[in-house]
């Protein structure tokens, strides 16, 4: 429990709380009447006025208390009156501050508090006025606002007492009692009850708007004349009474005619302080307090309790029957408003139409009745879509309008009605006569409050017309499944899909449900059972699949719900059962082949590797990956990717998630890959990327340890390297010996011999270009070709290349097209070397094109490259053929191409110029028309 703090100007609020000369005195209707109308204003059991003092909380007025004080240090206003605004508790026990506190945990067991600190006419909080309930609730906006309506109110008692104490000293001192009359912003009185002579000051001719010397001169027939004639007779009353006195003052709230004609009221309050000595009434002291303001106020709070207490009896109505809700709603809200006509309309395009109504039986109307909506009230409603209020058409901006022509209503308030946030209708009051006093705030906020209660009706018919068509169309069943303590259960509600789910009807299970648990398979019944058992024990969500017997065969089925306890001890869940068995069998083949493909994993000689696409990080790797790297499995899952690529350079790294970007798959990569123990070996690395039934981006990863194919590939490099360094001095003398023998340097030869050294010749000379082809492939792949890469321009180099292949072409009956011969764009290449890759790709295409077809050479310029195209009519490139075609002594192996063999190098050195100069090589091909090759080359 928290004790209040004090004030900082607390010692000058006690010596205010002296002067006021209320503590410790005896009860007074004054604010008893307050603490009452508090009681019945907010429902609450408790309301005080109550005053804080040094040490303790006295209670001035006390409604449902018989206890007069209770210490300051526990009490509720002692943190009220810390600040001006009012202090709410809705719940204490959910207050650390006062959830122990006597007065929760005891007597009066205060649960909900809210107080409305008091000042007096300084500005010193004195003490509060509360409400206090022995239940939580809410308090909204609009009822701090009425509690400090009336707060205000006895705020002014409070002043009054205050200047009925200045009263005491008028005998005293004539000079302070004038400067207090005069001084003071109440309106005070001096009556000679013998005589009639009166005295009033300024404010209280000023009350009824007068200038106190257009009322002079002045006596009590001036008071009679300006009383509203209905309010003499009881204030006649209270005056004898208290001269009799049988009342200690006169008390008395009346009306009073203003100047401008309308009625003000005034709190006339008074004494007789002298009396004759034959005991008669002489000299009466007085107030008049303007309380017009005060008496709106509790009119206002009159009329929102009576539009509140319809709209509560609305909400908890029983009745079942929409239209006899929304019907008794209009009448309700018609006798409120005091207007005959009430209406809810639906409108559809421009047409009017009225669905519910009360109103007088010669009225005309009827259910359905239509009109043109421009023709109606309502178009202006719909217009300004908001509520809407004319107390008086024909003075209004409204006049003109077609509607008060055809219907004539004086009087109209409104508002529209949306339902799931689309117009419907409106809700309307009229009258055809005027509403004298318009229509108040608190009644136009009834209309509108009046008509969201009303789309919520219509809404809850939308929903459930369209719960029902979802429950009819839901696949499988919803249902409520009951399970009592002595093991009995029933469907108390279950769709229309139990017939597919277990072929019975909602009749047959609605009070017992075993029928469905003999359709459950002999297997799964008592899992099921357990399942439930433990769900009811735990109050945890109930899951599980199983097969029911369906016609002749098992299907899986699979039920979800949630649990409820009901009082009696019994369990309800809420859920559905749908067939899985589709989805079951798929999940099952799925199952199997999974567990197929883990053994192939597992098995598998080439390392695999899963990752997560975002982090790096790895989910799972096979022993074909460890073994070599000479990780721990634990090691490597602790890892990231980088422990794959921690060799490759920044570039390669930015290239696989470029690829990975773009196509959803990278390499093949050839790099270092790092042990365990600092040492690398050289691996091959392609991948793609896969999205998981979760969403979730991962990357599958091949590793193939290529250690003994770079060793075999070393061994073979080393001895064709060998071979054509040694072969090539003895092959280029063989050669030139048998070109001049075949030349007839030795003389004539027989046509037998001149033939058999012809072929000797061509298969040298084909000899001495496999050798320079391996010897040019050498030296590209070990770097020690010198590459002279400078700015040419694109068109005369590949002109110079046809020329050179012209004969050939013409041999072979192929016709060599240029399509691009002003090429004038400049890339940066070792001319010498682009003509050798050139001529590559040309005399493929022409050794595999038809006799008389065309082989034709394109330049096209990209955004950041030119691109040169060669493009034959031959038999184009087998599919099994295109992974291999850029390998060394790769040759396609079918009928078609026996005869036409070549190194099998040319591609490959193709590609190796290529990657050296800083651009790129490839192909696109379709069996059986032809092939196109090209080549990437950068700009100058």
Request: negative net charge; charged residues 25%.
């Amino acid at each position: 429990m928290k004790a209040p703090e004090l004030p900082r100007n607390e010692q000058e609020r006690l010596a205010a709380l002296n002067r006021s000369a209320l503590l410790d005195t005896v009860p007074e209707e004054r604010f008893d009447r307050y603490t009452r109308m508090a009681c019945r204003i907010f429902r609450v059991p408790i309301a005080l006025v109550t005053l804080v003092d040094h040490n303790r909380q006295w209670f001035k007025s006390c409604q449902g208390l018989t206890t007069p004080e209770t210490p300051r240090d526990i009490s509720f206003c002692g943190h009220a009156i810390l600040h001006s605004d009012t202090f709410v508790i809705e719940d204490a026990l959910n207050d650390d501050r006062f959830s122990d506190n006597p007065l929760v945990t005891e007597a009066p067991f205060i649960r909900f508090y809210a107080g409305a600190p008091l000042h007096d006419m300084d500005g010193f909080r004195l003490g509060t006025l509360c409400l206090i309930d022995r239940s939580p609730r809410k308090f909204s906006y609009e009822d701090e606002a009425l509690l400090r309506d009336l707060a205000d109110c006895v705020e002014r008692e409070i002043r009054l007492q205050a200047t009925s104490a200045f009263y005491s000293d008028l005998k005293q001192s004539e000079r302070r009692a004038r400067s207090v009359i005069e001084g003071t912003r109440v309106g005070t009185w001096e009556w000679n009850v013998q005589t009639g002579e009166t005295v009033f000051n300024e404010r209280w001719a000023n009350i009824c708007g007068y200038q106190l010397e257009e009322l002079e001169p002045v006596n009590i027939q001036t008071w009679l004349n300006l009383a509203h004639p209905e309010d003499l007779v009881e204030s006649e009353r209270l005056l004898n009474a208290h001269f009799a006195g049988e009342l200690d003052e006169y008390d008395y709230r009346c009306r009073m005619q203003h100047k401008d004609g309308h009625w003000v009221w005034v709190h006339d309050r008074g004494k007789v302080f002298e009396w004759t000595d034959d005991g008669r009434p002489l000299l009466m002291y007085g107030t008049h307090a303007d309380i017009t303001a005060e008496m709106a106020n509790l009119e206002r709070m009159q009329q929102q309790n009576t539009a509140l207490s319809i709209l509560n009896d609305l909400a908890i109505d029983p009745e079942t029957d929409d239209d006899v809700r929304i019907t008794r709603a209009l009448r309700l809200g018609a006798e409120y408003l005091d207007l005959p006509l009430a209406i809810v309309s639906e409108i559809t395009s421009n047409v009017y139409t009225v669905r519910w109504f009360d109103a007088p039986p010669d009225s005309g109307l009827s259910r359905g009745l239509t009109f043109d909506l421009a023709d109606t009230y309502c178009a202006i409603t719909v217009t300004r879509d908001e509520s809407l209020s004319i107390s008086h058409m024909a003075r209004s901006q409204y006049c003109d309008r077609p509607c008060y022509d055809q219907f004539g209503l004086e009087s109209y308030v409104a508002a529209p009605i949306y339902v799931q946030d689309k117009l419907f209708g409106t809700l309307n009051f009229s009258s055809p006569s005027p509403r004298p006093d318009g229509f108040s705030d608190t009644e136009v906020k009834f209309v509108t409050l009046l008509a969201r209660w009303i789309a919520g009706v219509l809404e809850r018919q939308v929903s459930v017309q369209t719960l029902k068509k979802l429950v009819e169309q839901t696949p499988g069943m919803l249902y409520q499944y009951r399970l009592w303590p002595d093991g009995s259960s029933a469907f108390p509600f279950s769709s229309p899909g139990i017939r597919d789910i277990f072929q019975v009807n909602s009749e047959d299970v609605e009070k017992d449900a075993s029928v469905c648990f003999e359709r459950i398979h002999p297997d799964d019944l008592n899992a099921v059972i357990d399942s439930i058992q433990h769900s009811a024990r735990d109050l945890t969500g109930w899951q599980h699949q199983y097969r029911v017997r369906r016609d002749d065969h098992w299907r899986w089925i699979e039920g979800r719900a949630t649990p409820e306890p009901l009082a009696d001890h019994s369990t309800m869940w809420h859920g559905y059962i749908v067939d899985i068995d589709d989805k079951k069998q798929i999940q099952l083949a799925l199952q199997e082949s999974e567990d197929q493909l883990r053994r192939m994993f597992e098995l598998s000689p080439i390392g695999i590797a899963l990752n997560d696409y975002y982090t790096g990080e790895f989910l799972d790797v096979n022993e074909a990956l460890l073994e070599p790297m000479g990780f721990t499995r634990e090691e490597m899952m602790a890892s990231n990717v980088n422990l794959l690529f921690g060799d490759a350079t920044e570039q390669v790294r930015a290239q696989i998630l470029s690829d990975l970007k773009k196509t959803g798959r990278f390499g093949p990569y050839e790099h270092e890959i790092l042990r365990r123990d600092g040492t690398t070996y050289p691996a091959v690395t392609q991948g793609m990327r896969i999205t998981n039934s979760s969403g979730r981006a991962l990357v599958w990863s091949l590793i193939e340890d290529i250690s003994e194919r770079k060793k075999v590939d070393r061994m073979k490099n080393e001895f064709i390297s060998t071979v054509s360094h040694e072969l090539r001095t003895p092959l280029t003398s063989l050669a030139g010996s048998l070109g001049l023998v075949a030349g007839g340097a030795l003389g004539p030869l027989s046509d037998q011999v001149d033939r058999m050294i012809s072929i000797a010749a061509r298969n040298s000379e084909q000899l001495k270009l496999l050798i320079n082809d391996l010897l040019d492939m050498e030296k590209l792949v070990s770097g020690n070709m010198v590459m002279n890469l400078q700015p040419e321009t694109v068109g005369p180099l590949v002109e110079d290349t046809i020329h050179r292949l012209r004969t050939y072409a013409l041999d072979q009956h192929i016709n060599v097209q240029f399509r691009d011969p002003d090429c004038q764009h400049q890339v940066v290449v070792d001319a010498q070397r682009l003509e050798q890759a050139l001529t590559n790709l040309l005399s493929n295409a022409i050794k595999f094109s038809p006799k008389g077809s065309e082989v034709t050479v394109t330049a096209s310029p990209k955004t950041d490259h030119l691109e040169i195209r060669v493009k034959d009519r031959g038999p184009g490139i087998p599919q099994i053929f295109r992974s291999r075609i850029f390998e060394k002594f790769a040759q396609a192996d079918s009928s078609d191409t026996r005869g036409r063999r070549g190194t099998g190098l040319g591609l490959a050195i193709t590609r190796e110029i290529m990657t050296q100069m800083g651009g790129d090589v490839g192909f696109d091909s379709v069996e059986g028309q032809g092939s196109e090759f090209w080549l990437k080359l950068p700009y100058a």
